[in-house]
């Protein structure tokens, strides 16, 4: 079961750090990725860190301003959203994959999924 949140109303400019706990296995042996998915968008590939800790590049739209880390301890990941921007304006999903795939930027590569958390940034 993964459940995310963090999100929020927060204008251009300011912060939001996102988090999805993970319950039923560590999260060390999972592929977890961060989407997101605007009104009247397809789903987006935010950022993925592998289950060995390695981490993905960045969707071009948030490289600098974004940073994905976990804490194996508390088996939750995190999104540290800097200089939001209004077109960050979405709602964001963790996912996670037991397989280990490696196609980490496809969500068809996940078979479990947050709830989504809206994030709104105004301008």
């Known amino acids: 079961q993964l459940q995310a949140s963090g999100g929020g109303l927060v204008q251009a400019g300011d912060s939001l750090r996102l988090s999805c706990a993970v319950s039923g296995r560590p999260i060390n042996n999972l592929n977890m990725g961060w989407f997101r998915q605007a009104p009247g968008k397809e789903r987006e590939f935010v950022v993925a860190?592998?289950?060995?800790?390695?981490?993905?590049s960045y969707t071009d739209s948030v490289k600098g301003r974004f940073t994905v880390s976990r804490d194996n301890a508390k088996n939750t990941i995190y999104l540290q959203m800097n200089s939001l921007k209004p077109e960050d304006t979405a709602a964001y999903y963790c996912?996670?994959?037991?397989?280990?795939?490696?196609?980490?930027?496809?969500?068809?590569?996940?078979?479990?999924w947050g709830q989504g958390t809206l994030v709104t940034v105004s301008s």
């Open positions: 996912a996670a994959d037991g397989t280990r795939s490696v196609a980490v930027y496809l969500a068809r590569s996940y078979n479990y």
């Open positions: 860190i592998r289950w060995s800790g390695s981490i993905t």
